[in-house]
């Protein structure tokens, strides 16, 4: 697959709608679009990806935890698709760790999250999963479905000096080179 448009940067009005559900996992354009997002997740160093960033306002993401240069020191997770993807805490505690995004480049900020989460979701294939997810593929998890809601990770931030650049940021986790 040769043309696979731009991720939507902050500012594109895209980013901020709430995607509609997708109602035929297993039509062309869903796997088409499913296609998509794998190519640009690919060859990008994100951990995760969620369809309105490549411009199409539908429930679906992909969360690829694998350690990048972005992220090193994530853990490796095949990358799954989830279609309609949903959740709700196990438990009331949240922790902050760094977050960043590909349509928000340049800059990292600590964001809460819920530490351990249900989680629910249909495959590409069609089959409805449920499954418990914990520690930095929660947080993925909650930052990719959020885009579905018009939301982006900085609006979770609970105070703005846990708004860095990137190259502070590398400093910080001891990554700059
Ligand atoms: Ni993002």
Redesign the pocket.
């Known amino acids: 697959m040769d043309n696979i448009p731009a991720i939507l940067q902050l500012g594109h009005p895209l980013l901020r709608q709430r995607a509609e559900a997708v109602d035929d996992v297993l039509s062309d354009s869903t796997q088409q679009l499913i296609e998509t997002l794998q190519v640009a997740l690919a060859n990008s160093q994100?951990v995760?990806?969620?369809a309105p960033?490549m411009g199409i306002a539908k429930r679906l993401v992909i969360v690829a935890s694998r350690p990048t240069t972005r992220y090193p020191y994530a853990p490796l997770m095949l990358p799954t698709v989830m279609v309609n993807p949903s959740f709700a805490p196990v438990s009331e505690q949240q922790e902050k760790d760094w977050?960043?995004?590909?349509?928000?480049p340049g800059i990292r900020a600590l964001v809460p999250r819920y530490t351990d989460i249900a989680i629910r979701y249909t495959d590409s294939n069609g089959q409805t999963i449920d499954q418990t997810l914990s520690g930095f593929v929660a947080r993925v998890f909650q930052?990719?479905v959020?885009?579905l809601d018009g939301f982006?990770?900085l609006d979770r931030v609970l105070d703005n000096h846990d708004i860095v650049a990137e190259s502070e940021f590398l400093k910080i986790c001891g990554l700059a080179a």
């Open positions: 994100g995760g990806l969620a960033q977050e960043g995004c590909l349509s928000i930052h990719e959020d885009h982006v990770y």
